[in-house]
């Protein structure tokens, strides 16, 4: 089994992040996408076991506490983790995995699975990222505010991934990220923007 086969993917609020992962599970069912657990209320549409699932506090303390998470932080006042167990099975069958989780889980992956290939998903400009999370209008604007200063941070973080795709064009993203995790040869360990 190589924890190469563990692949994150992070990047600020509002680049594209799920609209990637939606559109690499419906064109790569082959890909197992991890299912967080979250404090988080759930938007319109999101569905219980798939998106997310939707967890009380004192839940997601016991979920800490017996270690059931192979990481977890909090962002913009909610915490998210990811549920360890079935992440070591699938990895164990040998099958390509996929995280979707912020700067610090990423962090605490390449601390506890140093192979995992990390990479982050760039918006093509601020500017673009900014119209994109309020053009999602699933959040207030004082949310959106939050979201926004975590995404500055999360871009001074970049140099620290493997690898950026620029989201301009998702099909393109899903593409290189498939190949990415199916035939990681040739990954270089610097930083390289692509896409
Ligand atoms: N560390 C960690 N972050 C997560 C996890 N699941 C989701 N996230 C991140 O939490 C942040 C907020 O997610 P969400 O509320 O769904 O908003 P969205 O990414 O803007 O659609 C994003 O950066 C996600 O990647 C998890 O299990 N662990
Ligand atoms: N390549 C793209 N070009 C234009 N709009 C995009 C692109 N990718 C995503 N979007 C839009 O940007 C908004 C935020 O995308 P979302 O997937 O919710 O981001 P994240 O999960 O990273 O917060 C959504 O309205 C989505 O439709």
Known sequence: MSERRLTVLSGPSGVGKSTVVAELRRAH??????????TRRPRPGEVHGVHYFFVDNEEFDRLIESGELLEWAEFAGNRYGTPREPVLKKL??????????????????????????????????????EKRLRGRGT?????????LEAGRNEMAAEHEFD????????????????????????VTTTTNREV
Request: proline content about 9%; glycine content about 4%; some cysteine.
């Open 29 to 38: 069912p082959e890909v197992w996408l991890s299912v967080s657990v979250t």
């Open 92 to 129: 164990a069958e040998g099958v390509p995995t996929l995280l979707e989780i912020d700067l610090e889980g990423a962090r605490q992956v390449r601390r506890s699975m140093p192979e995992a290939l990390l990479v982050f998903l760039a918006p093509p400009s601020w500017e673009e990222l």
């Open 139 to 147: 959040e207030p604007e004082e949310v959106i505010a939050r979201r």
């Open 163 to 186: 690898l950026s795709l620029v989201n301009t064009n998702v099909q393109d993203v899903c593409h290189r990220l498939i190949a990415l995790m199916t035939d990681p040869q040739g």
